[in-house]
């Protein structure tokens, strides 16, 4: 991955292969969209080797400030870097503002794979403070992430496959490299970004090399190099544990299923989360078979379980102060002789019996069986995470993720975690009403209720197997957890990582006893 270093040295000095600047645009005369190009904070120096024209220079090439535009050009005398590369901020912020955070990473993500195949970079951007700093590094790294394990390598000796290598090094000029708050910073973005990167890595993978059991065997290796306490349960164990609705999901698959407890504790804890992933290494929706064309992307299915597991093992780099359980239901959804079927009736782990309506509607099926085992350790609270339905895409897109919750205030902070680190959310209410279409004459609910509102639906299932008196939200991540078309800002083509950085936040603000 791509290293991070802060350097309070002055950019046309630096022997590198490229600076990176930004460039906003004026607002105009009585708020009009039109204005004037400007280089922002951060580049002083780097304009001044142009004598002070490189907006000029740039408006002639046809650059607008727009956010995400990528402009590359040649440096200047007296500037030893070979490129310079301007990427658009947007708007420039009222007097007296700075460029938001989000505003940040993203040009940082933007430049950095922009500038793939390059070893070592600069980047000029407005850094006014720490958290500026962490904002840029965090887009770098995740901007630079590249999946590329199942292709050719080059065969010119430079080790990159399939074309150009990411971004070797980035140097965030600005950053204070002795000042406590600029390293702390920069290690909580390595740290964060990293563990996002590896989410992306597993939601990637082809599902015929990720399957519950190898999905396990990850988590096991991550825990042990990062003092996480692991507990896997395969299938005698969840047999003789009576885990019926991970069972029925995987009953179909050559593949068994897992579910796997990471379990990261501090010694100056007080309070206790509890995350819950669907991990289903693949979709196919059973013998309630998806039609042609919604099935390639189906590896994707356990981005929930992927998240879950980044954030434990993020909060464990970071030594946060909270204990934080992480539950990923794995198992793989196949249709076969021994399937499950439409109208067979599974006995939950929390005793309930389901009526099976629909087989591809099995994400809350194992989330049910691990939301029942998560309450018995009675945590502060539990945030599941599931590419859960479709009808959540069709409400609010493909980059913003539901949430729900039983506590009104506490769908409120998940939401605001979410906005802070820069994850579209929103927040979704938990109808009574729409309960009643799941009511089954054979068991004590069915998989499935009402079409309209079925995202909420499912959270209204889910809700029935936590516990009473435990705090809980429900975070439908179908949108944005997988991206089929092209890379933006940070967000590269395939697994996104959607979610991540939420839970490591609210594990955060718990720590610091800010939630609750």
């Known amino acids: 991955m791509t290293a991070l270093t802060l350097s309070t040295a002055a950019a046309p000095g630096l022997r590198t292969d490229a600076i990176v600047v930004g460039v906003a645009k004026t607002t105009g005369s009585n708020g009009s969209k039109g204005g004037d190009l400007v280089v922002a904070p951060g580049a002083e120096a780097v304009d001044k080797a142009y004598d002070g024209k490189l907006a000029a220079v740039l408006e002639t090439l046809g650059a607008s400030g727009g956010e995400g535009e990528v402009t590359k050009l040649p440096a200047p005398a007296g500037v030893k870097a070979p490129l310079v590369l301007a990427v658009g901020l947007g708007a420039l912020p009222e007097k007296d503002d700075s460029f938001s955070a989000e505003t940040l990473r993203r040009a940082a993500g933007v430049a950095a794979r922009a500038l793939a195949g390059t070893k070592k970079a600069a980047f000029a951007l407005p850094i006014a403070d720490a958290a500026d700093a962490g904002a840029v590094g965090e887009g770098v790294l995740l901007g630079a992430y590249s999946f590329d394990t199942y292709k050719e390598t080059a065969k010119d000796g430079s080790g990159a496959k399939n074309g150009k290598a990411p971004l070797v090094e980035a140097a965030l000029l600005g950053g204070k490299p002795r000042d406590k708050a600029f390293k702390a910073a920069v290690e909580r973005a390595t740290a964060v970004s990293e563990e996002l990167n590896r989410a992306r890595d597993l939601i990637n993978m082809p599902p015929n090399d990720l399957n519950p059991e190898s999905f396990a065997a990850v988590a096991q290796a991550a825990a042990k190099e990062h003092g996480i306490k692991v507990q896997v349960l395969d299938e005698k164990a969840l047999e003789k544990g009576g885990y019926g609705g991970i069972l029925g999901v995987g009953a179909g698959s050559a593949s068994a299923p897992r579910l796997v407890k990471l379990s990261y504790t501090s010694s100056k804890a007080k309070k206790h989360l509890a995350f819950v992933g669907k991990g289903i290494t693949y979709d196919s929706g059973g013998i309630s078979l998806k039609p042609a064309g919604h099935n390639e992307t189906m590896k994707c299915d356990m981005s929930g379980a992927a998240a879950v597991f980044a954030a434990v093992v993020a909060a464990a780099r970071l030594g946060l102060e909270v204990n934080v359980t992480g539950w990923l239901a794995l198992a793989e959804n196949m249709p076969s002789g021994s399937a499950t079927r439409p109208g067979d009736v599974l006995r939950m782990y929390s005793g309930k019996t389901v009526e099976v309506l629909n087989t591809d ?120 957890a997988f991206n089929e078309q092209a890379p933006f800002g940070y967000t590269p083509k395939g697994g996104t990582g959607s979610a991540v950085r939420t839970l490591v936040r609210l594990a955060e603000l718990t720590a610091a006893g800010d939630l609750g």
């Not at 099926?365 to 995470?385: G, N, R, T, W």
């Not at 069915?446 to 079409?451: D, T, V």
């Open 361 to 480: 509607a099995e994400g809350r099926l194992v989330l049910a069986d691990a939301l029942a085992k998560a309450s018995e350790d009675k945590p502060d609270a539990i945030v599941d995470v599931a590419t859960l339905t479709g009808a959540m895409m069709l409400a609010l897109g493909n980059r913003t993720f539901g949430v729900m919750a039983n506590d009104d205030a506490f769908r409120s902070a998940v939401h605001e975690a979410a906005e802070e680190v820069g994850e579209a959310a929103w927040p979704m209410p938990l109808p009574d009403h729409l309960k009643k279409g799941m009511d089954s004459p054979t068991a004590d609910i069915a998989n499935m209720g009402e079409r309209y509102g079925g995202g909420l639906v499912a959270g209204l299932f889910l809700k029935e197997f936590v516990s009473e008196g435990i705090t809980w939200a429900h975070l439908d991540i179908a949108g944005p």
